[in-house]
């Protein structure tokens, strides 16, 4: 049985509930293997969808970044990126634009069907971006290690750095950045680093956690973060108070999404995959069927639900893409 620690309470594994709410855990899906990939790909990090004819999943080997199309239920390469294009570390698409970030502060743009490099202003890694709109988005990244965190605005005018290093204490690197709307964003990153704009101003958050963050999801009801790299760490926002619950078994998460049901599930290390109630903490192991670590989930709005991944820490670079099934 898996444990996890909510402040102070206890959560029983795979079928188990909360001792502080009575919530029956979810059902548990099943997951096969959409797309395998060794090092001509490399490993896939990220993957968005506005709908089912449009869903696109971006990676690579650090110096050769990659997309891949979903077309009639099969991965496509896309061949149209612009040269050199590092590895892409996150997509996001507004309307009909699509922006990706990646390795040594790439920014690539598709827009009018067009991929075009965009002038980030940085070297260091780039991590994440989302946006309210087009002309309203958001880049975060930081290469750690001494370093300072990266928070990048993008008005339409082109891509600038914001300061808010009177806000981010200690933290080297900002991992990914997400929001509801204009003014209701959120970054996180190492140290357990939560910061919230209000459409005026960047605002640290009191954390439960020292953990390093590194994937956030969220709908009306609540946020839910995902991280750790020793062990899994959880954080759900709700009601405007963070809990966290600790994984002491698992060695650490990297995605999150809330599907419409307000499911939340968490994807990590090991091919961990953990779905949990709408209310309360009551949680179920998925069996994903692989080793590599999963990096991101995501549920296509009326098509399937993925997770990407690979091996991307250490040589060889490979990649992997699960369906779930039904």
């Given at each position: 049985?898996?444990?996890?620690?909510d402040?102070?309470?206890?959560?029983?594994?795979?079928?188990?509930?909360?001792t502080?709410?009575?919530?029956?855990p979810?059902?548990?899906?099943?997951w096969?293997?959409?797309?395998?990939y060794?090092?001509?790909?490399?490993?896939?990090?990220s993957?968005?969808?506005?709908g089912p004819?449009?869903?696109?999943?971006?990676?690579?080997?650090?110096?050769?970044?990659?997309?891949?199309?979903?077309v009639?239920?099969?991965?496509?390469?896309?061949?149209?990126?612009?040269?050199?294009?590092?590895?892409?570390?996150?997509?996001?698409?507004?309307?009909?634009?699509?922006?990706?970030?990646g390795y040594?502060?790439?920014v690539?743009?598709?827009q009018?069907?067009?991929?075009e490099?965009?002038?980030?202003?940085?070297?260091?890694?780039?991590?994440?971006?989302?946006?309210?709109?087009?002309?309203d988005?958001w880049?975060?990244?930081?290469?750690?290690?001494?370093?300072?965190?990266?928070l990048?605005?993008?008005d339409?005018?082109?891509?600038?750095?914001v300061?808010?290093?009177?806000?981010v204490?200690k933290?080297?690197?900002?991992?990914?950045?997400?929001?509801?709307?204009?003014d209701?964003?959120?970054a996180?990153?190492?140290g357990g680093?939560?910061?919230?704009y209000?459409?005026?101003?960047?605002?640290?958050q009191?954390?439960?956690?020292?953990?390093?963050?590194i994937?956030?999801?969220?709908?009306?009801d609540e946020v839910?973060i995902?991280?750790?790299?020793?062990?899994?760490v959880?954080?759900?926002?709700?009601?405007?108070?963070?809990?966290?619950?600790?994984?002491?078994?698992d060695?650490g998460?990297?995605?999150?999404?809330?599907?419409?049901?307000?499911?939340?599930?968490?994807?990590?290390?090991?091919?961990?995959?953990g779905?949990?109630?709408?209310?309360?903490?009551?949680?179920?192991?998925?069996?994903?069927?692989?080793?590599?670590?999963?990096?991101?989930i995501?549920?296509?709005?009326?098509?399937?639900?993925?997770?990407?991944?690979?091996?991307f820490?250490s040589?060889?670079?490979?990649?992997?893409?699960?369906?779930r099934?039904?």
């Amino acid at each position: 049985m898996t444990t996890g620690t909510d402040t102070g309470t206890i959560t029983q594994g795979s079928g188990g509930s909360s001792t502080t709410f009575d919530v029956e855990p979810p059902e548990p899906h099943g997951w096969t293997v959409s797309a395998e990939y060794g090092e001509d790909v490399g490993a896939i990090f990220s993957i968005w969808a506005d709908g089912p004819g449009s869903v696109i999943a971006v990676g690579g080997q650090p110096l050769q970044g990659v997309a891949l199309e979903y077309v009639d239920e099969a991965w496509v390469r896309v061949t149209d990126l612009p040269e050199p294009v590092p590895r892409l570390s996150w997509i996001h698409g507004v309307g009909e634009m699509r922006v990706a970030v990646g390795y040594f502060g790439v920014v690539i743009q598709r827009q009018d069907g067009v991929w075009e490099h965009r002038q980030s202003g940085v070297d260091a890694p780039l991590w994440g971006v989302w946006g309210a709109s087009e002309d309203d988005l958001w880049a975060v990244g930081g290469g750690g290690e001494g370093g300072a965190p990266i928070l990048l605005h993008d008005d339409g005018d082109g891509w600038s750095e914001v300061d808010v290093s009177g806000v981010v204490g200690k933290s080297t690197a900002l991992f990914k950045v997400w929001g509801r709307s204009a003014d209701d964003v959120y970054a996180i990153g190492s140290g357990g680093l939560i910061l919230h704009y209000d459409g005026v101003a960047w605002s640290a958050q009191e954390s439960p956690t020292g953990s390093t963050l590194i994937g956030i999801a969220g709908d009306d009801d609540e946020v839910v973060i995902a991280g750790g790299r020793g062990s899994g760490v959880v954080l759900r926002q709700i009601g405007g108070e963070w809990r966290r619950l600790g994984f002491p078994e698992d060695e650490g998460f990297d995605g999150a999404w809330i599907d419409e049901e307000g499911y939340p599930t968490v994807v990590g290390r090991r091919g961990f995959i953990g779905r949990f109630a709408a209310d309360g903490v009551a949680w179920t192991r998925e069996e994903s069927g692989v080793s590599y670590e999963l990096h991101t989930i995501l549920g296509v709005p009326d098509g399937p639900v993925f997770a990407v991944g690979g091996h991307f820490d250490s040589t060889p670079y490979t990649g992997v893409i699960l369906r779930r099934l039904p």
